[in-house]
C-alpha cells in the first residue's frame, strides 16, 4: 500500500475552489525553489519553480509566491479539481561551494470535495 | 519517449548484500538524480550527476555510489545493504536548475 504522507497536515477543498498550500523554508541563501506533486502510488511529478530573484511565477492553474522575507513559499491551484488530490511537496535548493543542496519539505495532503 | 526508466520495481535484499538500481532516460537531459523516500517523509537527494563523467553528492550519499559513462544511465549502487536503506527510490532527469524534471515511477526497496 501507499505509505507516502500518512501523517502529514491535510487541507481539504471543495472541487472548483482555490487551494493554497504553504511552505516554510530554512535557508534564506537558497537559489530556487521547487513545487511537486505525489498521487498516491505514483512517483512526485514536478509543478512549478521559481528562482530567488522572483516573487511570482505563473504557470496553468498555479502560481507559486516567494516571500523572501519571511522565508515562505506558497503554491496557489486554481479552480481545484479532483485529479489535484495528491501530497505537495515544496523543495529548496542551495549553491554551495559550486554543490547543489536539495532540501525537501515534509509534504501537504490535498483533497479535493466533490 | 518513455522518460524516466527504472529497474526493478520491488526488491527484497538481505543484509550485506549488494544490488544495483538502474535509471535510464531518453529525453537527452544533462542532469540526473537519486532520491530516497522514506514512509511519510519527502525526498531526500543520495547523488545527482550534471552530465556524463560528472557526479556529486547530495544530502545523504553515505552508502550509495553512482557512475555516469553515458548521457542516457545514472546507476545507483548499494555495497552492503542495511535496514536503514529499506525506502522507496526515485531517480529523475532534467535539463537542469530551472527546468524541471521528470521522475521515474520508483523501485521500493527492502532490506532484511
Known amino acids: 500500500g501507499e505509505s507516502v504522507g500518512l501523517h502529514l497536515p491535510t487541507l481539504s477543498v471543495q472541487e472548483g475552489d482555490n487551494s493554497i498550500i504553504n511552505c516554510a523554508y530554512s535557508n534564506s541563501a537558497s537559489d530556487y525553489f521547487i513545487w511537486y506533486k505525489q498521487e498516491s502510488g505514483k512517483g512526485p511529478q514536478f509543478i512549478i519553480d521559481i528562482r530567488s530573484n522572483m516573487d511570482k511565477r505563473q504557470g496553468q492553474r498555479v502560481t507559486v509566491l516567494l516571500n523572501k522575507t519571511v522565508k515562505h ?24 561551494s559550486g554543490t547543489y543542496k536539495y532540501i525537501f519539505g515534509t509534504g501537504t495532503r490535498l483533497k479535493v470535495l466533490a | 519517449n518513455a522518460g524516466v526508466t527504472q529497474t526493478p520495481k520491488f526488491r527484497i535484499l538481505k543484509i550485506g548484500q549488494s544490488m544495483t538500481l538502474q535509471c535510464t532516460q531518453d529525453m537527452n537531459h544533462n542532469y540526473m538524480y537519486w532520491y530516497r523516500q522514506d514512509p511519510g517523509m519527502g525526498l531526500k537527494l543520495i547523488y545527482y550527476s550534471v552530465g556524463a563523467g560528472i557526479t ?36 529523475a532527469g532534467g535539463k537542469g536548475v530551472g527546468h524541471g524534471y521528470t521522475f521515474g515511477s520508483g523501485t521500493r526497496l527492502t532490506v532484511v
Not at chain 1, 513559499?73 to 554551495?96: H, M, N, R, W
Request: charged share 20%; glycine share 4%.
Open chain 2, 56 to 91: 556529486d553528492k547530495g544530502e545523504v550519499p553515505n552508502g550509495y555510489n553512482v557512475s555516469r559513462s553515458t548521457t542516457e544511465d545514472f546507476p545507483l549502487r548499494l555495497e552492503l545493504a542495511a535496514p536503514s536503506q529499506t525506502s522507496v527510490y526515485f531517480c
Open chain 1, 73 to 96: 513559499l506558497s503554491l496557489q491551484i486554481a479552480a481545484t479539481q479532483p485529479g489535484d488530490s495528491a501530497v505537495y511537496f515544496c523543495a529548496e535548493i542551495t549553491k554551495t
